[in-house]
């Protein structure tokens, strides 16, 4: 019997990591407002003897939404080989503003 898994994962594929956050407040008064936003980022992308990912994501909409594009920085390791990275910029502007935001990403392969 063949214990391998049909079909075998790509041996190119690299790791990945999700991640979720809360944009600053932006505007005054009754239009004071923030967004979410969650995700999952593209593969790694080598730095040297570290690497980034690139981030892509739309937020939640209230009654209007913005895009986050950032490319982390690099990995943060946390123990146990595990690591994390930064992310802060940005978002786009929409409605006549824009957020800022910073967030980590969470560990690669929790269960592993």
Known sequence: MDNRCWPCPDPTQTHV???EGSTKLA????DRHNHRFA????EVIPVGNSHVHAIL??????????EIGVTTGLAIPV???????????VTTIDDNHNHNFIFATLIDSPLV
């Open 17 to 19: 990591h999700e991640f």
């Open 27 to 30: 505007e005054e008064c009754d």
């Open 57 to 66: 994501v739309n937020t939640d909409s209230l009654d209007h939404h913005h």
């Open 79 to 89: 123990g146990n080989g595990k690591h994390v990275h930064l992310a802060t910029g």
């Open 39 to 42: 995700g999952v980022t593209s």
